[in-house]
């Protein structure tokens, strides 16, 4: 299994920093997973359902460590990335809403 895609969509909240949608091998895609800053840094956190207790599932996940791992340099080198780019870019002109 090749992670052959990984799209970050970054969001301005306290713990949850972006969604990531991940392709494998160019043809199965896994969307809503989470990069999350926790404790210790930043972790992944897989798509999950709510449960009628109020607790959730994992709807999608690795079975083994080293495939986590995988999924996890991938999908945070991409979010490093994307963090650069936009701090490279600056910040965007202001509105004419803001001007006025």
Do not use: W
Not at 24 to 32: A, M, Q, S, T
Not at 33 to 52: E, Q, S, Y
Request: contains cysteine.
């Amino acid at each position: 299994m090749n992670i052959t895609d990984v799209k970050v969509y970054p969001v301005d909240e306290d713990k949850l920093k972006a969604y990531v949608t991940i392709t494998l091998d160019h043809c199965f895609v896994i969307r809503d997973l989470k990069v999350i800053h926790g404790a210790t840094g930043l972790f992944i956190a897989m798509p999950a359902k709510r449960r009628k207790d109020g607790t959730y599932k994992d709807i999608a996940h690795p079975l083994n460590a080293d495939t986590r791992n995988q999924m996890e340099r991938a999908i945070l080198v991409e979010y490093q990335r994307h963090l650069q780019e936009v701090a490279l870019a600056g910040p965007l002109p202001p509105t004419s809403s803001e001007r006025d």
